[in-house]
């Protein structure tokens, strides 16, 4: 059968992944595919690399969009990144007839529907598998192996460098901006560092995968995202010291109120498998209802990592090629003309437990003070601890946990301590998750 003809736009880590993951295995991937996967167009910036890289076996243009329409493309993989030429650059692809295979979480989780709606129009498929935990199937699992199950809730370490942070945080005591500087230097962390640390590239790919799990629109825009920051060490050693570590957890989850959608640092039972996942790698829980608690764990970046997804789904787009649009596999895991509505929840109501650390004065009456407010509120208290002051101080660190309480119970508990004369400065909340199998 006549080779499937791929036009690679981008050869960064990621492209070039491809190219080499496709030229080694290219054996063994025609015997799956059915036909020979060819890369016959590359274009990129850096006309020399791109020459270099494709050593004659493919046509080499600076120019994307002349790929994106030429008639011998039948797959434009798009690896540039970033939501302007890209968007353009797919939305062309579609236009005149090609599937589209990509990468670009945030391009989907921005203009997903815009996209997908497009594609669906021109009968054509985007594949994104690489686009969330980069070699992880997580899409193909949830989209196809879990299609039984209702889903509940996934909880996911997305951001890679983001957990890298962490473990050197708590393996080593390094401060936020020491691990930053390094995870800069190894080269984990994005051009730029906010998506990462911010946790807006793990709200992009929860995005995704709560579409995909709920069969809802992209909503961005609606997910909630406070990255790692502001995390100081001592929040850290004290989770450690309560059976606890704080991971930044894309959390998504069905409520009989709507659909929370959040990114943030949690404080997960140290016990957990997914406590247990350590530098830049990813894992992902998703809760089913037929099947329980999975758990699917890999590397989340780098070259050939996510160029596993990307040729993965450049196999899944060849099989279906010819397939009738009808009949394939939706875009979002359910039919297009049965996407819900149901909405996604404020964080003002989302139930969860939290951390509080507080600073206080040492003396008679300061926790009666503080009990008593979150006791008016309704708010019950898992455990608590208080630290010996530090020599020359006034003040000693308090630490709480609550158990389950709606967010907006606790930030009004939150002002309240905060408004104490024997409180100082300002009580830090960190989100508590057991992630038991319930
Ligand atoms: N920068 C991301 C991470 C990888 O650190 O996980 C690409 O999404």
């Known amino acids: 059968m006549k080779a499937i003809n791929v036009g690679l736009l981008g050869i960064g880590t990621v492209g070039s992944g491809t190219f080499k993951v496709l030229s080694r295995n290219a054996e063994e991937i025609t015997r799956r595919a059915g036909r020979e996967i060819r890369i016959a167009m590359i274009a990129d910036r850096d006309i020399e690399k791109a020459k270099k890289l494709a050593g004659g076996s493919a046509i080499v243009t600076d120019d994307a969009f002349k790929v994106a329409s030429s008639p011998d493309i039948d797959i434009v993989v798009e690896l540039i990144g970033g939501t302007t030429v890209a968007r353009q650059l797919v939305l062309e692809a579609i236009k005149n007839g090609k599937h589209v295979v990509t990468a670009n979480k945030a391009l989907l989780a921005l203009y997903g529907n815009e996209i997908f709606a497009a594609a669906q129009k021109a009968g054509v498929i985007v594949a994104f598998e690489a686009a969330v935990a980069g070699g992880i199937p997580i899409i193909k699992a949830l989209r196809e192996g879990l299609t039984a199950n209702r889903i509940e809730w996934i909880a996911g370490i997305i951001n890679g460098t983001s957990n890298y942070i962490l473990s050197e945080m708590r393996e080593k005591g390094a401060s936020f901006a020491d691990a930053l500087k390094d995870a800069q230097a190894l080269g984990y962390a994005e051009l730029d560092p906010t998506f990462d640390i911010e946790g807006i590239d793990a709200a992009h790919k929860l995005t995704l995968m709560a579409s995909i799990a709920f069969g809802i629109p992209t909503q961005f825009d609606k997910a909630y995202t406070e990255g790692i920051s502001k995390l100081t060490r001592e929040d850290i050693t004290y989770a450690e010291e309560l059976g606890y570590r704080i991971k930044l957890l894309g959390i998504t989850k069905r409520t009989e109120k709507g659909i929370e959608l959040r990114v943030h640092p949690t404080l997960i039972p140290a016990k957990r498998l997914i406590a247990n996942v350590e530098g830049v790698m990813n894992a992902i829980l998703v809760k089913g209802d037929a099947v ?93 601890v208080q630290k010996e002051p530090i020599e020359g101080e006034e003040h000693v660190d308090i630490i709480m946990l609550t158990h389950r309480t709606l967010e907006k119970h606790i930030d009004c508990a939150i002002s309240k301590i905060e408004a104490l004369a024997v409180i100082s400065g300002s009580v830090k909340k960190i989100r508590l998750e057991e992630l038991n199998r319930n």
Not at 328 to 336: D, E, I, S, W, Y
Not at 342 to 359: D, G, K
Not at 374 to 381: E, F, V, Y
Request: net charge negative; charged share 20%.
């Open 292 to 384: 329980g608690a999975t758990m699917y764990y890999g590397a989340g970046a780098g070259s050939e990592p996510t160029a596993s997804a990307v040729v993965a789904d450049l196999v899944d787009v060849t099989r279906m090629h010819t397939s009738d649009p009808e009949h394939r596999v939706p875009h979002l895991a359910f039919q297009p003309d049965a996407m819900s509505d149901v909405a996604i929840l404020p964080m003002s109501e989302v139930e969860t437990a939290y951390y509080l650390r507080m600073r206080a004065f040492d003396k008679p009456g300061v926790l009666a003070d503080v009990t008593r407010i979150l006791a008016d509120l309704g708010i019950s208290i898992d455990a608590m």
